[in-house]
């Protein structure tokens, strides 16, 4: 069974290690850990629904609690505080195209607001219910979920696009093929919710971002359908998946996907390097970025984060052994992990590996082969079981994204941790800050920053202070000519900050393609266009 106020599924418990709480506590003091706000209460709250009975909508408390929230900072205070700001009317789970348009025409009769929900892994406030005079009806398309069609010759694939990353993968790995789109939120995370986010999985420097994955689709707005063939390229005037790629539920619901599929590969492999210092390290990954092989993934962590991973990972005695060699070795305290990722023949797997370790070492590092390649394996997805523990211990993580040209990058990573580690100075309170580049470009890479701070009695108290990490933070980004977000979206968390990215023509632009497809502002307000 999913967690209601947390992450994952409830038989999965993770620990963190005791050294590591003990670090943390140096860092930030004694953790205040406090009482969560019990389910049967919290959804005795849920207020009587305003919706006209409907055969294909719930009003149950239950699901109406479940369905209120996604996974921001935010909507886990509001959970686990039990305050949440306002519950769906109801939740509909349509099984076809014709139930999608009646739920969009009955919204449409009642003057209800709807919410597309796919797997509710949500980071940036996307699924948050408006409060307001109108109706909110939640359209989950869990039920949307199967495989329409296969093209094994095209390496095309058709899903409904409720279906989540493990059922995804598994009907075409049963069919010899992936997406190889793999975000962390993989195990609830859904096709339909990774076009709209504009997702990027953690091998896309090999496979690509969800915008080279995604051919085609269907969308089912207020104003009509949009269907987008898959074509391999197209010149008939602009790319029309530009509205549905990132529209984040403002402009209609995406009921199924075409996808880019490719061969599951012969051989993967997880490769580590250690830097002595962060500079030296950067200026490799850099090199390796421009020096298009075939790789997977590249994953740099700043000191901070390599000495943290370590101790979460390694611990005790293999730790002590493994600090020795690499300080023998020229790497000290400030060392540098980089995970590098292959994934293809053994043939273009073995020259792209003997390449990239040659970059690697010749750019000042030192290679361990494939140490840490089970352990990334086992933990790729159960990092965020983490968030749960940390907070039953009194720690609040957040983490946020951005991405920028290469010649940037030092000074936006100076000036996004400067501010998260100084923003509760007012109030007393440390920050700790580590970041990672997971996602690289020729002309730039994606910048990752995980925060932890101390959790507060009252609710209020620390969405305060959250928001005060998150505005100085995202100042920072803006100041440094970063993106708003490489990979979360805008939602309702990022949209105070768009305008300075995409300026006001840009703002009317979305604002008028969304009055285009949802002529009466039914669809998601409040997310991405105002
Ligand atoms: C622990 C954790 C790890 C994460 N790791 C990553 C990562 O590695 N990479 C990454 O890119 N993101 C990551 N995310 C963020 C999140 O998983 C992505 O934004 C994901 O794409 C959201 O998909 P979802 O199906 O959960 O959508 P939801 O959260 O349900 O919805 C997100 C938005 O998409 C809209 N939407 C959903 N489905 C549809 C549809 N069918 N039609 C129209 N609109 C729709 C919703 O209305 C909403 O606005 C992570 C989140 C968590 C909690």
């Known amino acids: 069974m999913r967690r209601w106020n947390g992450w994952g599924e409830e038989s999965v418990v993770a620990q963190v290690p005791e050294a590591a709480l003990t670090q943390l506590a140096g860092h930030l003091g004694p953790g205040l850990p406090g009482p969560d706000a019990p389910w049967a209460e919290v959804v005795a709250a849920v207020p009587a629904s305003r919706l006209p009975a409907h055969p294909l909508v719930t009003t149950e408390p239950a699901p109406r609690m479940r369905y209120a929230a996604g996974q921001s900072l935010p909507d886990w205070i509001a959970l686990r505080s039990g305050r949440l700001p306002a519950f769906p009317d109801g939740v509909a789970f349509p099984e076809s195209e014709a139930e999608v348009r009646e739920l969009l025409a009955f919204a449409a009769s009642v003057g209800a607001r709807l919410i597309p929900y796919g797997g509710g892994t949500s980071v940036v406030g996307h699924l948050a219910v408006p409060p307001g005079p109108r109706p909110v009806l939640t359209v989950s398309l869990a039920r949307m979920s199967s495989l329409l069609d296969f093209d094994g010759r095209s390496r095309l694939a058709v899903f409904g696009a409720g279906i989540a990353g493990p059922d995804l993968e598994a009907q075409l790995r049963a069919r010899g093929f992936t997406l190889g789109h793999f975000p962390q939120s993989f195990e609830y995370s859904t096709l339909g919710g990774w076009v709209a986010t504009r997702s990027c999985g953690q091998e896309s420097l090999g496979y690509g971002r969800i915008e080279r994955l995604f051919a085609g689709g269907r969308i089912e707005a207020p104003a009509g359908r949009l269907d987008l063939p898959p074509l391999p390229a197209s010149a008939a005037g602009p790319d029309l998946r530009s509205f549905i790629l990132g529209s984040e539920g403002r402009f209609g619901i995406l009921t199924q996907a ?29 090199r390796l970025a421009q020096a298009r092989l075939s790789l997977s993934m590249l994953r740099l962590s700043t000191p901070e984060e390599t000495e943290t991973s370590l101790r979460l990972s390694a611990g ?12 023998w070795r020229g790497a000290g305290p400030e060392k540098c992990l980089l995970l590098l990722g292959l994934a293809g023949s053994r043939r273009t797997v073995s020259v792209g590996r003997e390449e990239a370790v040659r970059l690697a070492v010749t750019g000042g590092g030192v290679s361990l082969g494939r140490l840490f390649e089970k352990g990334w394996r086992d933990q790729r ?80 108290e620390m969405l305060s202070r959250w928001r005060a990490l998150k505005t100085s933070a995202s100042e920072a980004i803006l100041a440094q000519g970063g993106t708003i977000s490489h990979q979360h979206g805008v939602g309702r ?7 300075r990215e995409i300026g006001p023509l840009g703002v009317a632009a979305l604002g008028s393609a969304a ?14 266009v105002a």
Do not use: K
Not at 316 to 327: I, K, Q, T, W
Not at 515 to 528: E, T
């Open 258 to 286: 075409t996808v880019r599929i490719t061969p599951v590969p012969e051989t993967e492999e997880v490769h580590s390097v250690f830097f002595p210092e962060w500079t030296t390290a950067l200026e490799a990954l850099r």
């Open 316 to 327: 005790g005695r293999r730790l002590v052994l493994l600090d020795r060699y690499l300080r």
């Open 493 to 499: 968390d990022h949209l105070p900050f768009l305008a």
């Open 515 to 528: 009055r285009v497809f949802d002529p009466d502002g039914i669809m998601n307000p409040g997310a991405l």
């Open 381 to 460: 997805f159960r990092a965020p079981y983490l968030r749960n523990a940390l907070w039953e211990r009194g720690y609040a993580l957040d983490t946020l994204e951005t991405a920028a040209p290469w010649g940037r990058i030092p000074s936006l990573l100076g000036a996004v941790e400067t501010s998260l580690r100084d923003g509760l100075r007012q109030q007393g309170e440390t920050v700790f800050v580590m970041s990672h580049l997971s996602h690289v470009y020729p002309d730039g890479a994606s910048l990752y920053t995980t925060y932890l701070f101390r959790r507060t009695a009252d609710p209020e």
